[in-house]
């Protein structure tokens, strides 16, 4: 297990920008090995399943977004102390939800995670 610690969330306006961290440990490891290949968010909505947004290979820095995410928001990680950000622009109510950051989340496929952060609230209100 990873441990993963989210901030950033609260409450913005629709059309806002909001932007979410999550601090993970050094992906290092021995050799080609690593204690994780990718780092990302997904979200849960009230009464929905959860669904990725967005992930980041640590390898490569190769970004993949989910429909709901693409062409807003944009996932960045600094190397430097091991954090992944989303920046999310044009927000509006059904991006409202609990954002939860993730390794392993190249298939944004919730049964394929390793280690899950404990969430970090999104509202989107007026």
Do not use: H
């Not at 204690?35 to 909505?45: P, S, V």
């Amino acid at each position: 297990q990873v441990q993963l610690v989210e901030s950033g969330g609260g409450l913005v306006q629709p059309g806002g920008s909001l932007r979410l961290s999550c601090a993970a440990p050094s992906p290092a490891r021995s050799g080609l090995i690593l204690l994780y290949d990718t780092l990302g968010w997904f979200r849960q909505a009230p009464g929905k399943e959860r669904e990725g947004v967005a992930c980041l290979s640590v390898r490569d820095e190769k970004a993949s977004y989910t429909a709901s995410a693409e062409g807003r928001f944009t996932i960045s990680r600094d190397r430097m102390n091991s954090t992944v950000y989303l920046l999310m622009d044009a927000l509006t109510p059904e991006d409202q939800a609990a954002y939860y950051c993730a390794t392993d989340c190249e298939m944004f496929d919730v049964g394929l995670v390793g280690s899950w952060g404990q969430g970090t609230q999104v509202i989107v209100s007026s």
